[in-house]
């Protein structure tokens, strides 16, 4: 786009930072990225209640989708990590994560939405929140609270003055760094993509439309560039949800085998 000196404007951090649009002022204020949030969950939970209202022994139309949805999950990420029995016991968390991290990525190529709600850092903290509390959980629930401690951080078989280096890089990887680290992850890379795929089409139009005499013919390669640009955000998408589930998997499965040096 262009400002009022007609020169090309480039995107900045305010497309994450909306006006409010609802419940202006109050604690409770909705503003563009909170409504598409609000939407795909609603929209995401609506098809699986549809989907499995009255599941059928051979499963066809939505149901057949749905149930393939899961699947994937189930045995790509879930029994691929944590085994056939641990597996399905944390398919719920695992699935989750997975499919609200796919679809809020998804609007980031939507026409009129075009931008993922997981760039702004609320929503990733959340789904971060929710696995590291898995985590801990189920480590606290084996381990005891001291003994989980002991087991992350305490590496069998070390001489007894390289514990005091160790233990404190281990509690800090390992209890302080991880939820940052997924959801910096998740955050950064479609907080960049969004950038990216706003920065080439916006140079599209303003070289077609809004610029003077022979740089109009940079017009078709912002677009192409553009284009091929969403195919490759449509990967990153797919690939973010994968990495944030299976590292869901891989953390629980680390909390179950805490002790498994």
């Given at each position: 786009?262009?400002?009022?000196?007609g020169e090309f404007k480039p995107p900045t951090l305010d497309d994450f930072f909306p006006p409010?649009?609802?419940?202006?002022?109050?604690?409770?204020?909705?503003?563009?990225?909170?409504?598409?949030?609000?939407?795909?969950?609603?929209?995401?939970?609506?098809?699986?209640?549809?989907?499995?209202?009255?599941?059928?022994?051979?499963?066809?139309?939505?149901?057949?989708?749905a149930e393939s949805m899961l699947d994937f999950v189930r045995v790509q990420i879930a029994e691929?990590?944590?085994?056939?029995?641990?597996?399905?016991?944390?398919?719920?968390?695992?699935?989750?994560?997975?499919?609200?991290?796919?679809?809020?990525?998804?609007?980031?190529?939507?026409?009129?939405?075009?931008?993922?709600?997981?760039?702004?850092?609320?929503?990733?903290?959340?789904?971060?929140?929710?696995?590291?509390?898995?985590?801990?959980?189920?480590?606290?629930?084996?381990?005891?609270?001291?003994?989980?401690?002991?087991?992350?951080?305490?590496?069998?078989?070390?001489?007894?003055?390289?514990?005091?280096?160790?233990?404190?890089?281990?509690?800090?990887?390992?209890?302080?760094?991880?939820?940052?680290?997924l959801t910096v992850r998740l955050m950064a890379n479609m907080l960049a993509g969004h950038i990216?795929?706003?920065?080439?089409?916006?140079?599209?139009?303003?070289?077609?439309?809004?610029?003077?005499?022979?740089?109009?013919?940079?017009?078709?390669?912002?677009?192409?560039?553009?284009?091929?640009?969403?195919?490759?955000?449509?990967?990153?998408?797919?690939?973010?949800?994968?990495?944030?589930?299976?590292?869901?998997?891989?953390?629980?499965?680390?909390?179950?085998?805490?002790?498994?040096?």
């Amino acid at each position: 786009m262009a400002d009022s000196s007609g020169e090309f404007k480039p995107p900045t951090l305010d497309d994450f930072f909306p006006p409010q649009v609802l419940f202006e002022g109050t604690p409770f204020a909705l503003d563009r990225l909170m409504l598409i949030r609000l939407g795909v969950v609603l929209l995401v939970s609506l098809f699986f209640i549809v989907a499995m209202r009255s599941p059928k022994l051979i499963p066809r139309g939505i149901q057949n989708v749905a149930e393939s949805m899961l699947d994937f999950v189930r045995v790509q990420i879930a029994e691929e990590i944590l085994g056939k029995e641990n597996g399905r016991k944390y398919l719920t968390i695992i699935a989750t994560i997975f499919f609200a991290t796919i679809f809020l990525n998804l609007t980031s190529v939507i026409p009129f939405l075009n931008i993922s709600s997981n760039a702004r850092i609320g929503f990733p903290m959340v789904m971060a929140a929710a696995a590291y509390v898995t985590y801990l959980w189920v480590g606290f629930r084996k381990f005891g609270f001291f003994g989980f401690l002991k087991a992350s951080t305490v590496l069998p078989g070390v001489p007894l003055p390289i514990h005091f280096l160790l233990i404190p890089i281990e509690f800090i990887s390992t209890f302080l760094l991880r939820p940052f680290t997924l959801t910096v992850r998740l955050m950064a890379n479609m907080l960049a993509g969004h950038i990216m795929l706003v920065l080439f089409f916006s140079a599209t139009q303003f070289f077609f439309f809004e610029a003077k005499n022979w740089m109009a013919v940079f017009g078709l390669p912002a677009l192409l560039v553009g284009v091929a640009f969403t195919f490759f955000e449509l990967l990153v998408i797919a690939l973010q949800a994968y990495i944030f589930a299976l590292l869901t998997a891989v953390y629980i499965d680390q909390s179950i085998h805490a002790d498994a040096h």
